[in-house]
């Protein structure tokens, strides 16, 4: 500790604003680690271990393999008991996937800070933030560590959640606050704490588990986890299964018993079709499609906070997104200017100087703002008085700041006291809304209609529009506290245009098709977002709801005119809460992008909230549910498409799960109730179990998105995975299977073949079955074996391995022996093949007959 106060005493005396360098950061982060709490949800290798011998399927193999030891049959044994490893490192291959996609995820997560850095400016997760660092505090972050603060303008801090205290504490710098302990706290932040308004620069003492909040072990950060509605779905049919598994377990060794084929006997038959018949890939299939899903979606720059919005993806019927940021690019320019009745329009090829009667709105623009700008629009208009103003009198860099009157929710404008050197009376600078502009200004109705057709005027250009004014103040007075109090005189307008996204035109497109509908809300006026709207391909056939007409709305009137809207304009961040609320109340599932303060409680009433992930504050992060890290609306439509693609293809594995197990059942449960040999041991089912957890895991999460997957409807927020429809289709295609394997295992024997060759014909006709299944689930509209538009690595090794196996089993004597098989030839792999594929025949036909249908309907 006395190492990092030592560091910041030097870094006092030589200069505050430089911070660290980045080798002082690599040593402080080998010294004291990254600023977070331990991680409760890291597993260890026993813990897993631990987690796999719980499971049903473990148990089962356990008791075969004791079973098969009293029967006398090492060899069984001792291959169920490999089989137990193989399986165990599936597992942990599984779950090593699983952890390092949760781990991105949390990393991604973590709260973000605004660092300075030798000097510069740096963005870093929250987790880099060391002792030492200077971090630059605004509105809506939270506070990464504990630290001293060094500059502040109206800071205050919701301590809540270290002090129980819910009333916001204003922070000063030590050398503003009196030399007592009480006194001394208002100067230090702590971390946790959210910064409630102003902005403030401070110097971290603490981090990770040494900051107030570690020592009394609470945690800052959580991944939430709750339960979705699918695995609820999943949780009842695993219930399900088990219930009718346990009574045919007894009714197959109550069987073997009446049939004088023994208790052990009937116990391992019965055992074998519990094996068959349990479903325990179910909730494999689930944690990796939602912790792989969300990674995936990490990959379009889109973080995922809750996993249960990856169903929710998919039944989005209305994106509501801010202009500024998402559909725009951020990047401000000045593009019109307005000053004693003349208006400049600048068009995309600029200007060398701007004329003389502007000259005094663009100053007095800049004076308004704040020193060292971090809003798009503040520096877009310092970069144009430095270009424009540099060799005149307007740039007033030995003028002193005196106060700041800050934007607030009431008067949407900020006001600057100056001094000058050489002047008696303060300058007093202010911008913001024009309508506020000119009641500062106290405008009568003649001048507030004129300045109304001019604001429109420059409206129509697309130009957001800020008004300018400027006042004087005797130096020897106190200054008022509001800004009303000051004798403002108008001075002009200050035209910004923000181009839209190069993406946005594309993705709005595929929404439309998709049957999402795309809804702008602004701070703009209604004429700058019309603009907007037709450059981006926005449908503006609907009405334009202003914020003034929504607060005289009630709320039945608005949820029936939302339906017919497609641009808010005008709003305040406090009506889209109203806005979500009325398209909820009229059954459409919302998103909702938002990234202030104010936003937080529309993002938490939207079924999505998104919030900003570049300009966003951490309470609208941490009350959203998915993070957009690049601030891009295309982004949110990839992730929408994503979870539509992940949605589809848990349905496929789920449908395949269903539909395999069928067959497995039946030719453990079928054969013996016939008074025949038993068909399918416990090794026959672990081997078929090795194809089954791969290819519904790994295979159907890594398969392509569909053809016309965006052209689709949005799915319903009720809709099930295995709806009726579904759950029968599937069950359909298992009995088929298992009506053209028990046929070829009839036949077998019917051809005169001993017990062990009518075996491994079934088996493998069975396999072959099997892998023909995954082959037509991939898609519900492609030829089973096209690839598709990419190759599926994992479909490829799971073929080939299983291959390779039908090669060994017949080659080599110990296998074969292992298995209880008999040697095949030619003409028994021949019926193998051909009847495993023939049993998919006719889901193939069926697609055929609907893709034509389809093609049908179109053309018509």
Known sequence: MAEVVSLLISMKKKDS???????????????????????????????????????????????????????????????????????????????????????????????????????????ISGREVVPGDIVVLAEGDR????????????????????????????????????????????????????????????????????????????????????????QKEVRLLVKRFSIAGFFLCMVVVFSHWLLNFGWLNGILAGLTLAMAILPEEFPVILTIFFALGAWRIARHNVLTRRMPVIETL????????????????????????????????IDDDGIDRIPETFHRVVE???????????????SALQIFAKKHLAETEHIHNNWTL???????????????????????????????????????????????????????????????????????????SVLPGEQHDFNFAFLGLIGLMDPPRLSVSSAIELCRKAGIKVVMITGDYPDTALNIARKIGLDISGRIITGQQLEQMD??????????????????????????????????????????????????????????????????????????????????????????????NLKKAMSYIISIHVPVAGMSLFPVMMGFPLVLGPVHIVFLEMIIDPACSTVFEAEAAEPGLMDRPPRKIGESVLDRKTFLLCFLQGLVVFGVVFAVFLFALASGHDEKRSKAITYITLIVANICLIFT????????????????????????????????????????????????????????????????????????????????????
């Open 364 to 378: 007095f623009g800049v004076l308004a703002g704040l020193e060292k700008p971090f809003d798009p629009m503040e």
């Open 143 to 230: 506070v990464p560590a504990d630290g001293e603060i060094v500059s502040a303008s109206n800071l205050y801090v919701d301590e809540s959640l270290i002090t129980g205290e819910s009333e916001p504490v204003r922070k000063n710098p030590l050398n503003h606050v009196k030399n007592s302990s009480m006194d001394e706290r208002l100067c230090f932040v702590y971390a946790g704490a959210l910064v409630v308004s102003g902005y403030g620069i401070m110097k971290v003492v603490s981090t990770g588990s040494r900051t107030v909040v570690g020592s009394i072990g609470k945690s800052i950060q959580n991944i939430e986890s709750a339960e979705t509605l699918v």
């Open 555 to 648: 709320e039945d009137t608005l949820s029936q005119a939302v339906k017919d809207v497609s641009i808010f304009a005008r709003v305040v961040p406090e009506q889209k809460l109203r806005i979500v609320n009325a398209y909820k109340k009229s059954g459409e599932i919302v998103a909702m992008t938002g990234d202030g303060v104010n936003d937080a409680p529309a993002l938490k009433s939207a079924h999505i909230g998104i919030a900003m992930g570049e300009k966003g504050t951490d309470v609208a992060r941490e009350a959203s549910d998915i993070v957009l890290l690049d601030d891009d609306f295309s982004s949110i439509v990839e992730s929408i498409k994503t979870g539509r693609r992940i949605f589809d």
């Open 314 to 345: 998919g039944a989005a019927t209305v994106l509501c997104v801010d202009k500024t940021g998402t559909l725009t690019t951020n990047q401000m320019e000045i593009r019109g200017l307005y000053a004693d009745g003349e208006i400049l329009i």
């Open 17 to 123: 604003i430089y911070g660290l360098t980045e080798g002082q950061v690599e040593k402080l982060l080998r010294d004291w680690g990254f600023n977070e709490m331990p991680s409760p949800e890291h597993r260890s290798i026993l813990t897993i271990a631990g987690n796999i011998i719980k499971e049903p399927m473990f148990l089962l193999l356990v008791a075969c393999g004791s079973i098969y030891l009293v029967l006398g049959n090492r060899l069984e044994a001792q291959m169920l008991l490999a089989f137990v490893f193989v399986i165990m490192a599936i597992t942990f291959f599984q779950e090593r996937k699983t952890e390092r996609a949760l781990e991105s995820l949390r990393n991604l997560s973590s709260p973000r800070a605004l660092v300075i850095r030798e000097g510069k400016e740096k963005r």
């Open 402 to 476: 005196v106060h700041e009157y800050p934007f607030s929710e009431n008067l949407p404008s900020m006001a600057n006291v100056w001094k000058s050197p050489d002047g008696r009376d303060y300058i007093i600078a202010v911008k913001g809304a024009p309508e506020t502009i000119a009641d500062l200004c106290h405008f009568d109705s003649k001048t507030r209609m004129e300045l109304e057709k001019t604001v429109k005027r420059m409206a129509n250009e697309g130009l957001r529009i800020l008004g300018v004014a400027s006042a004087s103040f005797r130096q020897d």
């Open 777 to 860: 689930n991939r898609s519900r509209t492609r030829f089973a074996f096209s690839m598709g538009s990419s190759i599926n690595k994992s479909l490829v090794f799971v073929v080939a391995t299983t291959l390779i196996f039908l090669i060994l089993v017949n080659t080599n004597p110990f296998l074969r022996n292992l298995f209880r098989f008999g040697p095949l030839d030619f003409n028994d792999f021949l019926v193998c093949f051909t009847a495993g594929i023939a049993s998919i025949l006719w889901f193939e036909g069926l697609k055929f007959f609907r893709r034509k249908k389809d093609k049908y309907h179109c053309r018509s």
